[in-house]
């Protein structure tokens, strides 16, 4: 039985995803991935270059989710390939290493994945909402990672119905992505609380602890190959505690 992968996603470099977001994951030993529109950073209400090297520098995983925000099908051949490759170099010209492409809107399909791959890219998170939020694992395209959670926000969801999600995601051994814009206290279609944001992180710690789950970022959890350990439960806290205090 694999044990299951939980990431935490968060798009579209809000500011809030350093000044809320880092904090509240730091407090209980969790990195995830951001995921980032390389023309705004930098921009009012946007994360900074110096701010996404921090986040690096602390674990997480900064992903490219494009230069301008397009729907990536609806582009030629030439234009899906700026959006790529622009991005990424941007990214890496800052000091940011770039493995995973994340598609604004999930728009995507076979044909961006070998696009994607041939500019660079070793992992894409296109999320498929009307699917199940689980991926099995292992993943059989990394570059076209279907499946995840809808936008978290907490207009329309729970806490609890985050960890349900976890639970079925233990009980498959599979790949949980989840998926955030705002961590911010605003009543919005895409802004989660941060009491709500601080509630799934400490599930997520404890279940960790549990030797439950692994949370990780995107691109490390698609490619761990850890096993639930059956029969060695201190070795399983262990191997949890080795997770959560990066
Ligand atoms: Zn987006």
């Known amino acids: 039985m694999n044990i299951a992968k939980i990431v935490i996603?968060?798009?579209?470099?809000h500011d809030n995803v350093y000044t809320n977001a880092l904090p509240i994951m730091e407090k209980y030993g969790l990195v995830g991935t951001a995921c980032i529109?390389?023309?705004?950073?930098?921009?009012?209400?946007?994360?900074?270059?110096?701010?996404?090297?921090?986040?690096?520098?602390k674990g997480w995983e900064i992903a490219s989710h494009s230069v301008t925000h397009p729907l990536m099908t609806t582009l030629s051949e030439a234009e899906q390939r700026i959006e790529l490759a622009d991005s990424k170099t941007f990214l890496e010209q800052?000091?940011?290493?770039?493995?995973?492409?994340?598609?604004?809107?999930?728009?995507?399909?076979?044909?961006?994945?070998?696009?994607?791959?041939?500019?660079?890219?070793?992992?894409?998170?296109?999320?498929d909402i009307t699917?199940?939020?689980?991926?099995?694992?292992?993943?059989?395209?990394?570059?076209?990672?279907?499946?995840?959670?809808?936008?978290?926000?907490?207009?329309?969801?729970?806490?609890?119905?985050?960890?349900?999600?976890?639970?079925?995601?233990?009980?498959?051994g599979s790949l949980l992505t989840l998926l955030f814009h705002h961590i911010?206290?605003?009543?919005?279609?895409?802004?989660?609380?941060?009491?709500?944001?601080?509630?799934?992180?400490?599930y997520l710690k404890k279940r960790s602890l549990d030797g439950e789950i692994l949370v990780d970022t995107f691109y490390n959890s698609l490619n761990a190959t850890l096993k639930k350990l059956e029969?060695?439960?201190s070795e399983r806290i262990l191997l949890s505690d080795r997770n959560i205090t990066i």
């Open 94 to 127: 800052n000091g940011i290493t770039v493995n995973t492409f994340a598609p604004p809107s999930r728009d995507w399909n076979d044909i961006s994945s070998v696009y994607a791959e041939e500019e660079g890219y070793k992992a894409v998170r296109a999320l």
């Open 184 to 202: 911010r206290d605003v009543s919005d279609n895409y802004s989660t609380s941060l009491s709500d944001f601080e509630a799934i992180c400490a």
């Open 9 to 13: 996603t968060i798009d579209d470099g």
């Open 37 to 57: 529109i390389t023309s705004s950073v930098g921009s009012t209400g946007k994360v900074t270059t110096n701010q996404l090297s921090e986040m690096q520098n």
């Open 231 to 233: 029969n060695e439960p």
């Open 131 to 172: 699917s199940t939020p689980t991926e099995p694992y292992p993943i059989s395209n990394k570059l076209y990672v279907r499946h995840g959670s809808t936008s978290i926000n907490s207009a329309a969801h729970s806490p609890i119905d985050v960890f349900n999600w976890i639970e079925t995601a233990i009980s498959e």
